[in-house]
C-alpha cells in the first residue's frame, strides 16, 4: 500500500518537473525570439536583465540566473520562506534555456520601426511568454523574480505585496524610458498585460478574484499572516463535518488572481495538513475589491 503510494507520488513529481521545463522552454522562446531582440521590457528579472544586456552586454540568460540566486538567498535570510525546490529549478532551468537559444542561434524576429511591427511583437511575446509561466504556475512553481523584493518590501517597509511588486515592476519600466525611450516601453506594458491575461486563462479562467475557504489545525496564525503581509481581511465561521459531527472554524477570504500563489505558500508554509479551497468569483464588492455603487 505504502509502496504504490510512494510509486505513484515520484512519478506525479516527474510529470510536474516534465511540464516545468516545457513551460521554461516556451518562455524562454519568448524572451530569445521577440523580448530580447526588440527590447521589449515586460518587467522583473527578465525586464532588468535585457536592460544590462543592451548597456553593458552581459547575457541574459546567466543574468537572471545570478539575480535569481540574490534574491532567493534574500528570501531565505529575511523571510525564512521555504520556496520550494520547483521554484528553484524553474528559475535555474528558464537561464539555462535562455543561454542555449541564444548559444544555438534560434530565430529571433527583429521588428522594423513601425507600429504594426512593435504591436505583433509585443502581442506575441506576451501570449507565448504567459503561455509557457502558466504551465510553470499550473505545477505549483514559479520563476522567482521581483515577487520576493516585492514580500520584502512588505515585510519591513509595510507596504501590501501587491503594491510592492507594481513598484519594482514601475522602477524597471521607467529605467526602460530612460535608456530605449517612450515608444519601446510603451510596448512593454502591452506585453506586461498580454501575459497576465495569458497566464489567467490557462490557471484560473476568467475571473480575476477567487475566493479561498481554509480548514486547519492552525488556523489562528494564518489568518495572522494573512491580514499582516497580505493585508486582506478575513471571516471565520463555523462547520460541522459530516462524518465525525465535529464542529470546526472554516477561514474565509477573497484575493486577487495574483495573490492565489501568496496565500499557497502560506498555508502550506504553516500547515502542509490543511484542507483548502478556491473558487472563482463573479464579482467582489467592498474594501480592497469594487465599490458597490
Known amino acids: 500500500m505504502n509502496l504504490k503510494f510512494k510509486v505513484s507520488f515520484e512519478k506525479k513529481d516527474i510529470i510536474d518537473y516534465i511540464f516545468i521545463t516545457i513551460g521554461c522552454f516556451i518562455t524562454a522562446i519568448s524572451l530569445v525570439s521577440f523580448m530580447i ?3 521589449i521590457i515586460a518587467g522583473g528579472v527578465s525586464g532588468l536583465a535585457i536592460i544590462v544586456y543592451r548597456t553593458v552586454g552581459l547575457t541574459v540568460g546567466f543574468q537572471m540566473l545570478f539575480y535569481n540566486v540574490i534574491l532567493f538567498l534574500l528570501g531565505f535570510l529575511l523571510l525564512g520562506i521555504g520556496f520550494g525546490i520547483k521554484s528553484i529549478y524553474s528559475a535555474v532551468i528558464l537561464s539555462l534555456l535562455i543561454e542555449f537559444l541564444q548559444g544555438i542561434g534560434f530565430p529571433a524576429f527583429h521588428c522594423q520601426l513601425s507600429t504594426a511591427d512593435y504591436l505583433l511583437i509585443a502581442l506575441y ?33 509595510h507596504i501590501s505585496t501587491g503594491s510592492g511588486l507594481l513598484l519594482t515592476d514601475s522602477i524597471i519600466t521607467a529605467l526602460a524610458i530612460i ?6 516601453a510603451m510596448y512593454g506594458i502591452i506585453t506586461i498585460f498580454t501575459t497576465s491575461k495569458m497566464i489567467d486563462a490557462i490557471l484560473e479562467g476568467v475571473g480575476t478574484t477567487r475566493t479561498a475557504f481554509i480548514i486547519s489545525e ?27 459531527n465535529l464542529k470546526k472554524p472554516v477561514l474565509m477570504v477573497s484575493v486577487r488572481r495574483r495573490e492565489i500563489s501568496q496565500i499557497r ?29
Open 37 to 39: 531582440p526588440n527590447n
Open 125 to 157: 511575446s506576451g501570449v507565448i511568454a504567459g503561455a509557457g509561466m502558466g504551465i510553470v504556475m499550473w505545477r505549483g512553481a514559479s520563476t522567482g523574480g521581483t515577487d520576493i523584493v516585492a514580500m520584502i518590501i512588505n515585510k519591513y517597509l
Open 179 to 184: 535608456i530605449f525611450g517612450p515608444f519601446v
Open 218 to 244: 492552525k488556523l489562528e496564525s494564518i489568518k495572522n499572516i494573512i491580514m499582516e503581509q497580505m493585508e486582506r481581511g478575513a471571516t471565520i465561521f463555523d462547520a460541522t463535518g459530516a462524518y465525525t
Open 265 to 293: 505558500r502560506i498555508v502550506k508554509n504553516e500547515d502542509k495538513k490543511a484542507f483548502m479551497i478556491i473558487v472563482n468569483n463573479s464579482e467582489v464588492f467592498g474594501e480592497g475589491f469594487k465599490n458597490i455603487g
